[in-house]
């Protein structure tokens, strides 16, 4: 929800220190968040932490496209799923290392562990990415354009098939048979495919000038994936997965990279991924809670599979207004 709430911030951000000086302060927050876990120990001390990181991953995924557009236009799409699969990359690293690193150092060292790659990353951003002025144009989000919103939603519901997912598939198969840890390496494999699945999208984005192509296929192939988790997930537990996998992992960085086409300069880049991540968010974020209110009422989370496959579908007929014309850039006040 913080990563909603703040990316909203993003172009008033970009305005008071610049792209590189708020990339530089979401990656300290994170490394600060990291490191007060190592010293908290109730479950509200917890949350807090986990809102000053959400803050601060909002900063970064808010202000990065403004930085990919300005230093490399020409190569905005790839570089957009390179960043976007990173994520991806290191969610994967984070809960693949986990549960081992808590057994050895104990949970409060291995969430603190976290800090060391945000501190080099900070590192790195310093020594790499120079230094940019604020910008001196007035800071606004694109609350009346209609395609704005349809990005929005767009992102807000195919990021919801994300969260979901990664929150529930673990109990779906508990509660299906599988033991915990069994059901903990399904999401290992669901994460790497999604690593996978990012990479080839940066590989093969400018194959594909109409990016209805590939976001058709991927909608199909995640839809595909939920098919497989209600009619026999025991038996189709391994092509569940790679289509899941290949399905969501695709769907993140492409929804990201159709949206940064919209975009004419590093500023209205800025606007754009910031209206359409902050309310893409918030939708993604209520995912997991209605999945767990169905679960709760109807004791079981088939019908949470079904109700995205709805979602699906209603990205299908989306996409279809995506096409390369309505690449034209978004009109936002940056750009008068």
């Known amino acids: 929800m913080m990563m909603g709430l703040f990316a909203l911030a993003g172009p008033w951000l970009l305005r008071i220190v610049g792209e590189v000086t708020g990339v530089g302060i979401g990656i300290t927050l994170i490394a600060l968040s990291c490191t007060a876990r190592i010293y908290v120990d109730s479950a509200g001390s917890i ?47 984070a809960a693949a290392t986990a549960a081992p690193g808590a057994a050895f150092f104990g949970w409060k060292l291995t969430l603190g562990f976290a800090a060391l790659p945000a501190v080099l990353a900070l590192v790195a951003w310093v020594l790499a990415a120079g230094r940019t002025a604020p910008y001196s144009a007035s800071a606004s989000l694109p609350y009346r354009n209609a395609q704005a919103w349809l990005l929005l939603v767009f992102f807000g519901i195919g990021t919801g098939a994300y969260t979901l997912v990664l929150a529930w598939l673990p109990p779906f198969y508990v509660q299906v048979g599988w ?21 080839l999208v940066s590989s093969l984005i400018h194959r594909f000038p109409d990016r209805r192509l590939l976001l058709i296929l991927v909608i199909l192939l995640l839809i595909s994936g939920l098919t497989c988790l209600i009619a026999a997930p025991n038996q189709l537990a391994l092509i569940a997965i790679v289509c899941l996998g290949m399905g969501i992992g695709a769907l993140f960085p492409l929804t990201l990279i159709v949206t940064l086409d919209h975009a004419s300069s590093p500023e209205s880049a800025s ?44 990205l299908l007929a ?13 009109k936002l006040a940056s750009d008068t």
């Open 47 to 93: 949350i807090a932490t986990a809102m000053l990181g959400g803050i601060g991953i909002a900063f970064i995924q808010a202000l990065m496209p403004a930085f990919i557009k300005r230093t490399h236009p020409e190569s905005a799409g790839m570089l957009m799923g390179l960043f976007t699969t990173g994520i991806m990359g290191g969610a994967a690293f």
């Open 271 to 314: 606007e754009l991924l910031a209206f359409v991540q902050g309310g893409g968010y918030i939708i993604a974020a209520t995912m997991p809670v209605i999945a767990g209110f169905l679960r709760d009422h109807l004791s079981s989370l088939y019908w949470a599979w079904g109700l995205m496959i709805i979602g699906s579908v209603v």
């Open 179 to 199: 033991t915990a840890a069994d059901s903990g390496y399904l999401l290992g494999a669901l994460t790497l495919t999604e690593v996978i699945a990012g990479l």
């Open 318 to 330: 989306l996409s279809a207004f995506l096409h390369p014309n309505s690449h034209r850039p978004i």
